[in-house]
């Protein structure tokens, strides 16, 4: 057996045995998203050039140089990553590192490659601070300087979000996603090709502000305090080994899919 072949098999294994949550995105919570406006528009991966959209509580930016035929099977692999996160962290009390630590070793065993890890926290206080701020400059230290053209995408999101109605359907699903009591969590990531392979980099995001807050990318701090956590990580595949197993991904999703992607239209 080659090495391909085993990987082939680890892979097949691992999505046999993979545990995801209940159906969330059903029932109650749909009817939530539907009942702000409008059920929010799913992506369509076949239009020409960048990209935004949402999978589950992920801001996603597709830059123009990857293939539509790679970009849905790139969706559904975050989504897959997001649920089997969660479901590994289940009732704990969250920190970001588990959970990031979760995610990326669901890509890792979907055969991608992780490189580039960094975390760090801030401490937000003052007036009229608002969080979509604070996370400008995190994108442009690792995203900037000669990846500028990358980090726009990404950026362009978060300067429409000030302008945007807040109850656009798919602002409502992202934004309700991101509730989780204590702590509000979330991720952005920007999907490009690099030296022919697409290549993730994933931020994720945990606010403690210690309430719920509602509208996590709009809080505003007066005399309250929070703390900022976030870490990134980039990965990357063999697009034909993402491939050979998109059908696969999409069959373990089969009852996630609805509700859980949307198209960002600023």
Known sequence: MTDIDKELQEISAFLESVELPPDMTGGVELEAVRGAGATP??????????????????????????????RSAIANVMLLAELAADRKQGSQDITLDRWMGHYVGTLNKLGWRSSGFGDASRALTGTSMEVHKAIVPVLTAVLGGGAVSVASTILSVLDGLQEMHKN?????????????????????????MQGGEPSITLFAFMLDAGSAVTQVLFFRFSSDKATLNHAHQSVSINPVLLKEFEARVTAKLSTHLDGALADIDI
């Open 41 to 70: 528009a799913k992506p369509d991966f076949m239009t020409d050039g960048k990209q935004d959209v949402v999978v589950s509580n992920q801001l996603a930016g597709f830059s123009e140089d990857v293939p539509h035929g790679l």
């Open 168 to 192: 656009q359907p798919w602002f409502t699903l992202f934004d309700r996603r991101t509730q989780r009591a204590r702590a509000n969590q979330f991720q952005i990531s920007q999907v490009s």
